[in-house]
C-alpha cells in the first residue's frame, strides 16, 4: 500500500467555520491531489500540487484553498465552511507525472452542519 | 465535451457467474486509462494502467481491455469477496496530470 495518510478521518464542523485536512505521504512522490466523492458524481478534482509551493486548481475548487511546504504534506483549507462542501475528501499521489498511475488515501469524512 | 461513462451503474451477480464492466470515453488524445477498486468507506485501490489500443492486463479474475473509445473490465467466476466500485479514470493530453473519473459499477456477488 502506497504510504498515505489522512487526518482527521472524520470530522464533524458548522457552517461558517474554517476546516483544515491534512494528506501525509512516506513515498516522496512529487505530485499530490485533493478530491471530492458525492453520490452521482464520482471523484472530482479539488486542487493539486506539482512540488513544494506549486500548486494549481482543478474542476471544483471554489470554496477552497491548499498549501504544500513540504514535499510530504499537503493541507486543504476549507476557509468558511458551507452545508455543500459535505463530502469524502480523498488525496492522491504520482510519481514524476505523465503516465503516472494515482494511488489513494483513505478518506476523510466531513460533514458540514 | 470529453467524458467518462460507466455502465451498468449497478450489476448483480451469481458466484461464479462471469460478466464484464464497461468504460466508455471520449477525450482527445488519450494518455493511459485507469481501473480501480473501491470497497466501502475506502480509498479507491488502483488495478490496472492500459496505455494504447488492444492493451490487456490480467490479475486473478479480472482482465482489463482497450480499445479506441471504450474499456471492459471482464470478471471470470466472481468470489463475493469481489464485490465493490470499480472506478475507470482517463488521463488525457489535454489535462495535463489530471484525471477524469466516471462514476463508477457498483458490483454485488451473491453466493
Known amino acids: 500500500d502506497a504510504g498515505i495518510t489522512q487526518s482527521p478521518r472524520h470530522k464533524v464542523t458548522e457552517t461558517g467555520t474554517p476546516v483544515t485536512l491534512r494528506c501525509h505521504q512516506t513515498e516522496n512522490h512529487r505530485y499530490m491531489y485533493w478530491y471530492r466523492q458525492d453520490p452521482g458524481h464520482g471523484l472530482r478534482l479539488i486542487h493539486y500540487s506539482y512540488g513544494v509551493k506549486d500548486t494549481d486548481k482543478g474542476e471544483v475548487s471554489d470554496g477552497y484553498s491548499v498549501s504544500r511546504s513540504k514535499t510530504e504534506d499537503f493541507l486543504l483549507t476549507l476557509e468558511s465552511a458551507t452545508s455543500s462542501q459535505t463530502s469524502v475528501y480523498f488525496c492522491?499521489?504520482?510519481?514524476?507525472?505523465?503516465?503516472?498511475?494515482?494511488?489513494f488515501g483513505p478518506g476523510t469524512r466531513l460533514l458540514v452542519l | 465535451e470529453d467524458q467518462v461513462t460507466q455502465s451498468p451503474e449497478a450489476l448483480r451477480l451469481q458466484e461464479g457467474e462471469s460478466s464484464s464492466l464497461n468504460c466508455s470515453y471520449t477525450v482527445s488524445g488519450l494518455r493511459g486509462l485507469f481501473w480501480y477498486r473501491q470497497d466501502p468507506g475506502k480509498g479507491p485501490e488502483f488495478l490496472f494502467t492500459?496505455?494504447?489500443a488492444g492493451e490487456e492486463k490480467e490479475k486473478e479474475r479480472l482482465k482489463a481491455t482497450l480499445t479506441k473509445k471504450e474499456s471492459f473490465l471482464h470478471i471470470t467466476a466472481p468470489k463475493p469477496e469481489d464485490s465493490a466500485t470499480y472506478l475507470c479514470?482517463?488521463?488525457?493530453?489535454?489535462?495535463?496530470?489530471?484525471?477524469?473519473f466516471g462514476p463508477g459499477t457498483r458490483l454485488s456477488v451473491l453466493p
Open positions: 492500459l496505455y494504447s
Open positions: 492522491a499521489i504520482s510519481g514524476t507525472g505523465g503516465r503516472e498511475t494515482q494511488y
Open positions: 479514470a482517463v488521463q488525457a493530453r489535454n489535462y495535463g496530470q489530471n484525471f477524469v
